[in-house]
């Protein structure tokens, strides 16, 4: 399986995995937070609804012979093929036309709504703390002094998203290098000595 240009492989039992072998649950909540812009109708695409969409987006939809059909009503394009066996296992699913009333035609504002669910945010208003960080405010109050053994939220970027923000801290560990968490998950160590 690739993560952007990187190849993630299996390995040896690792800290990390078991951390997730011993959670009171299997699931885990992936969230993609794509920096640019990202057409959703042409990530998950209206099949039954192909002309609509095509005329729509007469610039940038994907031609019908590159739409894998996931449903009678939705595909995904073929460079996402490696989706296909995941939905068909019923290990991938997909929302399709989430959004929120009166939507900001500010991609930065729009952004922040997502992150901290406060649809009053105009320019640099709005809540300071995500609806994760809310969330594992509730479920790790003494965090700061009592920290899980395993990290909250794990974040591939550039810095601490909104999302994981909490009154106190953001709960992401952060990295921008897929081989610094990839260290990380086999030793259980930040750093090396």
């Known amino acids: 399986m690739m993560l952007g240009s990187n190849m993630l492989t299996a390995s040896a039992p690792s800290p990390l995995t078991a951390a997730i072998a011993n959670a009171d649950s299997d699931n885990i909540l992936i969230l993609i937070r794509l920096s640019g812009g990202n057409d959703g109708l042409s990530t998950v695409i209206p099949i039954e609804q192909y002309d609509i969409y095509a005329n729509a987006r007469p610039n940038i939809y ?11 009503d939705f595909g995904i394009p073929s460079y996402m093929n490696a989706l296909e066996s995941m939905w ?3 290990q991938f ?8 009333e009166n939507q900001s035609l500010s991609h930065f504002t729009g952004s922040d709504i997502y992150a901290n669910t406060d ?7 709005g809540l300071d703390t995500g609806w994760m960080g809310r969330y ?4 790790y109050p003494d965090y700061l002094i009592n920290p899980p053994a395993s990290p909250a939220a794990i974040q591939i970027g550039n810095f601490g998203s909104l999302v994981f923000q909490g009154e106190e801290t953001n709960y992401a560990f952060v990295t921008s290098n897929i081989d610094q968490l990839e260290e990380i998950a086999e030793s259980g160590v930040q750093y090396s000595l």
């Open 62 to 72: 994907i031609p019908e012979r590159k739409v894998l059909k996931l449903t009678d």
């Open 88 to 90: 068909g296992e019923g």
């Open 93 to 100: 699913k997909a929302v399709h036309g989430v959004g929120y």
């Open 119 to 125: 649809l009053t945010t105009t320019g640099f208003s």
């Open 136 to 139: 594992f405010e509730d479920i």
